[in-house]
């Protein structure tokens, strides 16, 4: 397996979570992580037509392993990276696999993505890892365009959680990591820094137990190791959805249909707590009617007014607020 580090990182960070990831597969496993001059991957592979520093680069590392005592094929490999590795890695893959001289069994993208999200029509099986801390642009709320890829392959050949998503096309998000522990003791700026993980043999254990299982989706295992693995992915893709994600997911489908001359139903629904009253009563009197405007309006369309209308018990006080513009 070739692991493409993120940017800055040293080699070195990866070798507690990649020892992890040899511990929980019995496969025999040799994991090369090729250092960049720079430390910035992208400067050898920033397009599908520029990558070939980079392939020299991954043909080196593997040579180097071959001196060390590998003796596997060394034109045939998963292709892993971390952050910004991990775009270098789907675009390698992009650039390489099923050429004469390489084929790429299989993406491992942590903390990051394959082009554009686009799971659905990815080329080669590939298991996006996010984390549930992670700071920058492979945060949860990010991942979920990812994650929606996946669903709508999944549900074009089997359903949501099928045994083929978990070999083709898992994307899972580990609980209380951050971006930082794919590589630990490296501080990536901008992180949720600490994640909610203090002992990082656990955020580790993490790392290698969903590895392994992808990697013995992709290999010849038995049934029985097959099973189990599809059983721990299938159980952190529910977590990710079901627990994680779902209020988020919930909020969005709430929003569905606001659109140009529509409604901003969450202005409506958080406006009155942001008053701040001081008695229930007071809340129930004021109403709140919104309009939204995808794009521009005159300003008579939009603009903030309110009415005092008498409702029997009392006046009650209905404002106009424009949720967008």
């Known amino acids: 397996m070739v692991l493409i580090p993120g940017a800055n990182v040293a080699t070195s960070y990866y070798t507690d979570p990649m020892a992890a990831v040899q511990e929980f597969t019995n496969l025999r496993l040799w994991v090369v992580v090729p250092a960049f001059t720079t430390k910035l991957c992208i400067i050898e592979c920033a397009t599908t037509y520029t990558c070939a520093p980079m392939n020299s680069r991954v043909n080196s590392v593997i040579s180097k392993a071959v001196k060390m005592g590998y003796d596997g094929p060394t034109d045939t490999f998963f292709m892993a990276g971390h952050s910004l590795g991990g775009t270098c890695a789907a675009t390698y893959t992009q650039a390489y696999n099923n050429t004469d001289t390489e084929h790429v069994l299989g993406n491992i993208i942590y903390g990051s993505y394959v082009t554009d999200q686009e799971v659905e029509s990815w080329s080669v099986p590939v298991m996006t890892v996010g984390a549930e801390l992670d700071g920058g642009l492979g945060r949860p709320g990010n991942m979920l365009h990812s994650i929606k890829s996946s669903d709508k392959a ?28 794919f590589c630990p003791g490296f501080q990536v700026p901008g992180d949720v820094y600490p994640s909610a993980i203090t002992d990082k043999a656990v955020s580790n254990q993490l790392i290698g137990t969903v590895t392994a299982d992808f990697l013995h989706l992709q290999t010849s295992q038995s049934e029985g190791l097959k099973e189990s693995s599809l059983k721990s992915l299938r159980e952190q893709s529910e977590w990710t959805r079901e627990s994680l994600l779902k209020p988020m997911t ?3 489908d709430y929003l569905e249909g606001s659109v140009d001359g ?12 942001l008053v701040g009253f001081q008695n229930y009563a007071d809340r129930e009197r004021l109403s709140i009617n919104s309009i939204y405007k995808v794009e521009s309006h005159a300003f008579e ?12 018990s009392g006046y009650e006080s209905v404002f106009n607020v424009s949720g967008h513009n």
């Open 250 to 252: 919930d909020a969005i």
């Open 301 to 312: 369309h939009t603009r903030v007014r309110y009415d005092s209308i008498d409702a029997g």
């Open 154 to 181: 999944a549900q074009a050949n089997d359903a949501v959680y099928s045994d083929w998503q978990m070999i083709n096309k898992p994307v899972l998000i580990l609980k209380g990591m951050d971006h930082s522990d």
């Open 262 to 273: 529509g409604q901003a139903p969450w202005c409506e629904i958080v406006q009155p707590e």
